[in-house]
């Protein structure tokens, strides 16, 4: 009876450790692809504020060309 019991604890513990191990994988892999999406986010955060700044700088220069076409179409009047 006793090698029963011992047969048993054995195996409650492999449960449990494979259990355990499984968990900590499971949550390494989590860990890692979260940190790989807050990169891209990071990344395209980036990518937003440059556009930003480009479309900004096209706005003005817009603005120019408009005046320099009014001041154009002045001078040839």
């Not at 604890?9 to 940190?35: E, K």
Request: with cysteine; glycine share 8%; net charge negative.
């Amino acid at each position: 009876m006793t090698s029963e019991i011992i047969v048993a604890v054995i195996a409650a513990l492999g449960g449990l450790s494979g259990s355990v191990i499984g968990m900590v994988r499971s949550s390494r892999l989590v860990n890692y692809r979260i940190d790989q999406l807050e990169k891209k986010v990071d990344a395209y955060e980036k990518a937003k504020d440059h556009l930003c700044g480009l479309e900004e700088k096209v706005e003005a220069l817009q603005e120019q060309v408009r005046a320099l076409n009014a001041g154009i179409e002045r001078i040839e009047k």
